[in-house]
């Protein structure tokens, strides 16, 4: 059972470059998220989808864009990238219910130059 | 609105030493709280829940509601404990989840 699964692990992007990360998930949750975790700081939510086809702002939307393909599929996208943007990006899903945990992915650590 | 607060950023204790992480909260209504465990490099787990009331690598967390608390104990840490610590709200609706700031426990030889 996967759970959660982040492509890529890693990647390296220049200044004004696009990039798409991949977030699926198969444990037919409704919700998922999307965090940045900066060094020595704690998770920032970036956007969230309470179900397929709707998408919300967190903190700290700006500079990312998202889009929810389907119940499984929940990708960010970052237009032009820039070195603020440098970060650890993880996704995470959740079932319905308030008692239910969020399930994290291994990440995707993104470096700009 | 949600809040969750963790007022120490790093903790250290000697190997042996017992552990207490604090967490404290505000919800106007019946929380849902979780701690969670992120290893160097890794991904965040799931440490424990209350309302399964379980313990999990030793460590235990009791909800006060009188205090408005849910702190993470051990009685006696290992070095293997060194991690960074996340406490966690849900609340109604499935996007209403929210992480407090985290605390570095850091357990030394």
């Known amino acids: 059972n996967a759970g959660v699964t982040q492509t890529p692990k890693f990647q390296v992007l220049k200044t004004g470059q696009s990039m798409t990360l991949q977030c699926a998930q198969d444990?037919?949750?409704?919700?998922m998220y999307w965090y940045r975790q900066d060094p020595g700081m704690g998770l920032r939510l970036i956007y969230y989808?309470?179900?397929?086809?709707?998408?919300d702002k967190g903190e700290v939307p700006n500079g990312y864009n998202v889009s929810r393909l389907n119940k499984r599929e929940f990708s960010l996208r970052l237009e032009s990238a820039a070195p603020s943007q440098t970060s650890v990006y993880f996704c995470?899903?959740?079932?319905?219910?308030?008692?239910?945990?969020?399930?994290f992915g291994d990440g995707t650590r993104l470096s700009i130059l | 609105a949600q809040r969750v607060t963790q007022p120490e950023k790093l903790l250290s204790v000697f190997k042996g030493a017992p552990v207490e992480l604090k967490c404290n909260y505000s919800?106007?209504?019946?929380?849902?709280l979780f701690w969670y465990v992120q290893y160097s490099r890794q991904r965040l787990q799931l440490l424990l829940r209350?309302?399964s009331r379980e313990s999990i690598k030793g460590f235990t967390a009791d909800l006060n509601k009188g205090e408005t608390s849910f702190h993470l104990k051990k009685p006696f840490a290992q070095e293997e404990d060194s991690a960074m610590y996340y406490c966690?709200?849900?609340?109604?609706?499935?996007?209403?989840?929210?992480f407090g700031p985290g605390t570095r426990l850091s357990v030394l030889p």
């Open positions: 995470a899903s959740r079932g319905p219910y308030s008692n239910q945990p969020q399930h």
């Open positions: 444990m037919n949750h409704n919700s």
């Open positions: 989808s309470a179900s397929e086809g709707t998408t």
């Open positions: 919800y106007s209504g019946s929380p849902e």
């Open positions: 209350h309302i």
């Open positions: 966690a709200l849900s609340g109604l609706g499935g996007q209403n989840f929210v």
